[in-house]
RNA sequence: GGGGGGAUGCCGGAGCGGACGAACGGGGCGGUCUUGAAAACCGCUGGCCGUCGCGAGGCGGCUCGAGGGUUCGAAUCCCUCUCCCCCCGCCA
């Protein structure tokens, strides 16, 4: 949510940024300003109207019986016209509120306009696709025949775009963590294991509704969504709370399932495990100082590069364009892995810097001796283990079939388990 | 699922139609005292919004879990919702 306040005083630099996203959002931060000036304008009303409301009530009860009477007649006066102009407000209020939730994040001046995943930037890439002498497989052929993975019997039980992982896919899904746990929680990363079903607070919160509401899973009875990200609780968890500064930086790493429709993705990454409703995800989120967060930023992604260079996995970071970024990102990194069963790199990962939008929506706010100020919020994905899996079957498989599992991740692993050679 | 009790400021806890933005205690911050500290004493100490002012700040509104209602006036009365606690049932 953007701030009103400096909206109001400076509007320009806003739209400018806004229309990098989309020209059209221009036209909506004028309505929103048009129907802030009608909202004060009917609340500076009701507020003079209620003042004289206040002081007659004091009279009243000083008043002596004689005179009371009539002093209530006249306030009866005010307490009427206090009606008429209230439900008024009301609605100017609600015009204001859904106008403002609706306008998403302006980018920051670094991220690239553009539509598309198309128009995303490379910044750097890392590590060199693995050269087979043979035809490699992609994962669907490889983790059936190691008997990891198995999508027809999940296709019968739940439905297309669902997988069930086993056997040395489960034990490497535990391993992942771990590694990930490992490596994330000596640099101040509090692991936490949160609710996936939030209330619509959240979602409204962190962004996602009302834009990606089609993407969202709703419980029926009971109206929780069920989260898409562990971002989503993550953010959630200091909602409405004013945090101190010594607390900051703040950072927590989720470990949770994730639930997407991904309504609007039909006919796309139909194969295999890449683009499921389900799958589980590590998560790095940092609350900041206001002036901290894109330090911040290029900090969550070096812990992401070190992953996935720990992994062994070739990559390359893109800086997502506008029309390819969610509502609350500033900015957004994703790292690409190369997948050698597709011929090239797909998204593994993705850091974004909310800046205060999130917090101000959630109303986390920071103490400061001026005034007290929205935090600035900031996800990464350590790791995703669906998309993981594929990358590390992928790039380290062998011509036989098997799969050599990285270093890194053999010290959470049996040593039968550390190279996957099917039944 | 059935029955009962609650939700007040950073925390505890009073108030149960009229000077209540809220007693009292604790905590925190500042000061006096002290070589320093403790103790004691004094003072300050919620959030949001609007408005005026270059500014320090002034004025006003809202806020006692949330949303409605009654009333000239609601922390206090009524309705709905949410959450928490206790008992019974069921249950990983």
Same mark, same amino acid.
């Given at each position: 949510?953007?701030?009103?306040?400096?909206?109001?005083?400076?509007?320009?630099?806003?739209?400018?940024?806004?229309?990098?996203?989309?020209?059209?959002?221009?036209?909506?931060?004028?309505?929103?300003?048009?129907?802030?000036?009608?909202?004060?304008?009917?609340?500076?009303?009701?507020?003079?109207?209620?003042?004289?409301? &206040? !002081?007659?009530? @004091?009279?009243?009860?000083?008043?002596?019986?004689?005179?009371?009477? =009539?002093?209530?007649?006249?306030?009866?006066?005010?307490?009427?016209?206090?009606?008429?102009?209230?439900?008024?407000?009301?609605?100017?209020?609600?015009?204001?509120?859904?106008?403002?939730?609706?306008?998403? &994040?302006?980018?920051?001046?670094?991220?690239?306009?553009?539509?598309?995943?198309?128009?995303?930037?490379?910044? !750097?890439?890392?590590?060199?696709?693995?050269?087979?002498?043979?035809?490699? @497989?992609?994962?669907?052929?490889?983790?059936?025949?190691?008997?990891?993975?198995?999508?027809?019997?999940?296709? @019968?039980?739940?439905?297309?775009?669902?997988?069930?992982?086993?056997?040395?896919?489960?034990?490497?899904?535990?391993?992942?963590?771990?590694?990930?746990?490992?490596?994330?929680?000596?640099? #101040?990363?509090?692991?936490?294991?949160?609710?996936?079903?939030?209330?619509?607070?959240?979602?409204?919160?962190?962004?996602?509704?009302?834009?990606?509401?089609?993407?969202?899973?709703?419980?029926?009875?009971?109206?929780?969504?069920?989260?898409?990200?562990?971002?989503?609780?993550?953010?959630?968890?200091?909602?409405?709370?004013?945090?101190?500064?010594?607390?900051?930086?703040?950072?927590?790493? #989720?470990?949770?399932?994730?639930?997407?429709?991904?309504?609007?993705?039909?006919?796309?990454?139909?194969?295999?495990?890449?683009?499921?409703?389900?799958?589980?995800?590590?998560?790095?989120?940092?609350?900041?100082?206001?002036?901290?967060?894109?330090?911040?930023?290029?900090?969550?992604?070096?812990?992401?590069?070190?992953?996935?260079?720990?992994?062994?996995?070739?990559?390359?970071?893109?800086?997502?364009?506008?029309?390819?970024?969610?509502?609350?990102?500033?900015?957004?990194?994703?790292?690409?892995?190369?997948?050698?069963?597709?011929?090239?790199?797909?998204?593994?990962?993705?850091?974004?810097?909310?800046?205060?939008?999130?917090?101000?929506?959630?109303?986390?706010?920071?103490?400061?001796?001026?005034? &007290?100020?929205?935090?600035?919020?900031?996800?990464?994905?350590?790791?995703?283990?669906?998309?993981?899996?594929?990358?590390?079957?992928?790039?380290? =498989?062998?011509?036989?079939?098997?799969?050599?599992?990285?270093?890194?991740?053999?010290?959470?692993?049996?040593?039968?388990?550390?190279?996957?050679?099917?039944?």
């Amino acid at each position: 949510m953007l701030d009103l306040k400096s909206l109001r005083e400076d509007p320009e630099p806003v739209k400018t940024a806004l229309s990098r996203r989309d020209p059209a959002l221009s036209a909506d931060v004028d309505r929103l300003l048009e129907a802030d000036r009608r909202r004060r304008e009917l609340n500076v009303q009701v507020e003079e109207l209620r003042a004289e409301q &206040n !002081r007659g009530s @004091k009279a009243v009860s000083r008043a002596t019986p004689g005179e009371r009477e =009539q002093l209530i007649a006249s306030l009866k006066e005010v307490s009427i016209r206090l009606d008429e102009l209230q439900p008024q407000l009301a609605e100017a209020d609600e015009a204001v509120t859904v106008l403002l939730g609706r306008l998403p &994040n302006p980018p920051h001046d670094s991220v690239p306009v553009g539509e598309t995943d198309e128009d995303n930037v490379v910044v !750097r890439e890392v590590g060199v696709p693995p050269a087979f002498g043979f035809e490699p @497989k992609d994962h669907v052929d490889l983790g059936q025949a190691l008997g990891v993975l198995d999508i027809d019997r999940a296709t @019968k039980v739940a439905g297309s775009r669902f997988a069930y992982l086993l056997g040395d896919a489960v034990w490497l899904q535990w391993a992942l963590v771990r590694y990930c746990l490992d490596m994330l929680t000596p640099k #101040g990363f509090v692991p936490v294991i949160p609710p996936v079903l939030v209330r619509e607070e959240a979602m409204f919160g962190t962004g996602f509704l009302p834009t990606d509401e089609a993407n969202i899973y709703v419980t029926r009875d009971d109206e929780l969504y069920l989260a898409g990200t562990s971002e989503v609780p993550l953010a959630g968890f200091h909602q409405g709370e004013i945090l101190e500064p010594g607390g900051l930086p703040l950072r927590l790493v #989720g470990y949770s399932t994730c639930f997407r429709r991904e309504a609007g993705a039909y006919g796309k990454d139909t194969r295999g495990i890449f683009r499921v409703h389900q799958f589980d995800k590590v998560e790095m989120f940092s609350y900041t100082m206001p002036d901290a967060s894109w330090e911040e930023h290029e900090f969550l992604l070096s812990c992401e590069e070190e992953i996935a260079r720990g992994l062994g996995l070739p990559y390359r970071v893109v800086n997502v364009c506008t029309g390819d970024l969610g509502a609350s990102a500033a900015k957004k990194y994703d790292i690409e892995g190369w997948l050698p069963g597709q011929q090239r790199y797909r998204e593994l990962t993705s850091c974004s810097n909310c800046t205060d939008y999130q917090a101000r929506r959630l109303g986390t706010r920071v103490r400061l001796p001026e005034a &007290n100020q929205p935090v600035h919020t900031l996800n990464g994905t350590a790791c995703a283990v669906g998309r993981m899996l594929i990358a590390l079957l992928e790039n380290h =498989q062998q011509e036989d079939g098997s799969v050599r599992v990285p270093d890194v991740l053999h010290p959470y692993l049996p040593e039968e388990r550390r190279v996957l050679t099917g039944p």
